[in-house]
């Protein structure tokens, strides 16, 4: 049996049309396949790889700590240089509130630690969240996710969560007295790259702060400068009481953590204590990718890389197919006409060697998500090559 057989035959699969490259290696913007193939990834496998793949630094820290110590005790107990010194760094570029971090694997372990911590600090069991959301696929976090087609079939999942429409000012009202937490993307990614409306965001806060309601911002797909700040909350001036990051964090490794305040965490300490435990939550490996992430991250201006990826999308992508192109930053997604147009796209340019894809919930959105080291030049190349892709369909 070849790897491919292999594959289709043992590895389970979550869909019947996987897209299928069989991946050799991966260096900066490019994935290469087994058949010769060179592919520029223009998804960053799901806005994970702002660095690009491999980025030197981060594969350093990798063997560097791997000849230290991998895995040496459950999460909490030891004190390990490279979770510390991440914890750190990360607390370093946050608000005064957000002063502790809970390391995990995942964005679905992230949100699901934040519900459970949100109940735990306020003592109440009822959620908030949006229609068309998406927060992970695990029990407590599909359970907040806003869409019934991916839910229904595993209901009954948590009670008393109540889904609001997204930037709509007469929902806010179902956050009471009664109310845990409000659990939102400030732009949601799956549902289709949907930017929360400043004035609005404001309106959520203001509205928790009334009801003693805590705020989770699930940024585990615009952290990280993907939206042109280090977190998108910062372009809205409203900061979250519990902040949910993975994806891009740990530059290709397995990585999250919810980040709150020392307070609120203290719910997680005793009564009982160990009432929230991970075994390899912040992986001694995965903290050193995320520290060497961070810190190249923030030794270059990748905020205004991001902006430049949104103005070059916006120059080239003008085929008349294209009914809008929205997002921020490096965060964009490209309204197609219909379902058809969207599918021949995303086909042709894979045949091209640009890998493009949907989002979640959309079928007429093409995510764009380059990774943020790419040179400028191949960026217009791309979009050049997807705009007149657009066109050839367009004119048939
Ligand atoms: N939240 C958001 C906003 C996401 O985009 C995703 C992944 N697409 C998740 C949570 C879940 O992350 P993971 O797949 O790492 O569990």
Redesign the pocket.
Same mark, same amino acid.
């Given at each position: 049996m070849n790897n491919r057989e292999k594959f289709y035959d043992h590895v389970a699969q979550t869909s019947d049309a996987p897209m299928g490259l069989e991946v050799d290696y991966a260096e900066g913007p490019y994935i290469y396949t087994t058949d010769g193939r060179q592919y520029v990834d223009f998804i960053s496998g799901? $806005?994970v790889s702002s660095l690009g793949h491999r980025h030197p630094k981060v594969v350093e820290a990798v063997k560097k700590q791997a000849d230290q110590h991998l895995h040496v005790m459950v999460y909490g107990e030891f004190i390990q240089e490279p979770q510390s010194a991440y914890a750190d760094l990360l607390t370093s570029q946050l608000p005064s509130s957000l002063d502790r971090v809970y390391f995990v694997n *995942? =964005? /679905? !372990? $992230?949100?699901e630690g934040a519900l459970k911590l949100a109940k735990k600090h306020t003592g109440r069991h009822k959620f908030v969240a949006f229609n068309h959301?998406?927060?992970? @696929?695990?029990h407590g *976090?599909l359970s907040v996710t806003g869409r019934d087609v991916y839910q229904d079939p595993y209901k009954p999942l948590l009670p008393n969560v109540h889904f609001l429409d997204f930037n709509s000012f007469e929902a806010l009202d179902t956050i009471d007295e009664q109310t845990a937490a409000v659990i939102m !993307?400030p732009i949601?990614? !799956?549902g289709g790259i949907i930017p929360a409306q400043k004035k609005w965001l404001k309106n959520v806060r203001q509205r928790c702060n009334e009801a003693g309601a805590l705020l989770i911002f @699930? !940024?585990?797909? /615009?952290g990280f400068y993907r939206t042109g700040s280090l977190f998108a909350f910062e372009q809205y001036d409203v900061v979250p009481d519990i902040l949910?990051l $993975?994806?891009a964090m740990g530059g290709g490794m397995p990585m =999250?953590a919810f980040v709150s305040s020392s307070k609120i965490f203290e719910s997680f300490m005793y009564n009982p204590p160990l009432n929230h435990v991970t075994t390899f939550g912040g992986h001694p490996v995965s903290c050193a990718a995320a520290h060497a992430t961070l810190s190249e991250l923030l030794s270059d201006d990748y905020g205004y890389k991001a902006d430049q990826i949104e103005s070059i999308a916006r120059k080239e992508l003008t085929a008349d197919g294209i009914s809008e192109v929205r997002g921020v930053g490096a965060m964009l997604g490209m309204e197609l006409k219909n379902t058809e147009l969207t599918r021949q796209v995303v086909e042709d340019c894979m045949d091209q060697g640009i890998i493009l894809g949907w989002t979640?919930h959309s079928d007429t959105l093409v995510r764009l998500a380059p990774p943020l080291i790419i040179d400028l030049e191949l960026l217009q190349d791309i979009f050049k090559k997807i705009n007149g892709t657009i066109k050839k369909y367009c004119q048939q």
């Amino acid at each position: 049996m070849n790897n491919r057989e292999k594959f289709y035959d043992h590895v389970a699969q979550t869909s019947d049309a996987p897209m299928g490259l069989e991946v050799d290696y991966a260096e900066g913007p490019y994935i290469y396949t087994t058949d010769g193939r060179q592919y520029v990834d223009f998804i960053s496998g799901i $806005a994970v790889s702002s660095l690009g793949h491999r980025h030197p630094k981060v594969v350093e820290a990798v063997k560097k700590q791997a000849d230290q110590h991998l895995h040496v005790m459950v999460y909490g107990e030891f004190i390990q240089e490279p979770q510390s010194a991440y914890a750190d760094l990360l607390t370093s570029q946050l608000p005064s509130s957000l002063d502790r971090v809970y390391f995990v694997n *995942s =964005g /679905t !372990e $992230a949100n699901e630690g934040a519900l459970k911590l949100a109940k735990k600090h306020t003592g109440r069991h009822k959620f908030v969240a949006f229609n068309h959301g998406y927060h992970g @696929d695990t029990h407590g *976090s599909l359970s907040v996710t806003g869409r019934d087609v991916y839910q229904d079939p595993y209901k009954p999942l948590l009670p008393n969560v109540h889904f609001l429409d997204f930037n709509s000012f007469e929902a806010l009202d179902t956050i009471d007295e009664q109310t845990a937490a409000v659990i939102m !993307e400030p732009i949601q990614g !799956e549902g289709g790259i949907i930017p929360a409306q400043k004035k609005w965001l404001k309106n959520v806060r203001q509205r928790c702060n009334e009801a003693g309601a805590l705020l989770i911002f @699930d !940024e585990i797909q /615009t952290g990280f400068y993907r939206t042109g700040s280090l977190f998108a909350f910062e372009q809205y001036d409203v900061v979250p009481d519990i902040l949910c990051l $993975a994806k891009a964090m740990g530059g290709g490794m397995p990585m =999250g953590a919810f980040v709150s305040s020392s307070k609120i965490f203290e719910s997680f300490m005793y009564n009982p204590p160990l009432n929230h435990v991970t075994t390899f939550g912040g992986h001694p490996v995965s903290c050193a990718a995320a520290h060497a992430t961070l810190s190249e991250l923030l030794s270059d201006d990748y905020g205004y890389k991001a902006d430049q990826i949104e103005s070059i999308a916006r120059k080239e992508l003008t085929a008349d197919g294209i009914s809008e192109v929205r997002g921020v930053g490096a965060m964009l997604g490209m309204e197609l006409k219909n379902t058809e147009l969207t599918r021949q796209v995303v086909e042709d340019c894979m045949d091209q060697g640009i890998i493009l894809g949907w989002t979640l919930h959309s079928d007429t959105l093409v995510r764009l998500a380059p990774p943020l080291i790419i040179d400028l030049e191949l960026l217009q190349d791309i979009f050049k090559k997807i705009n007149g892709t657009i066109k050839k369909y367009c004119q048939q």
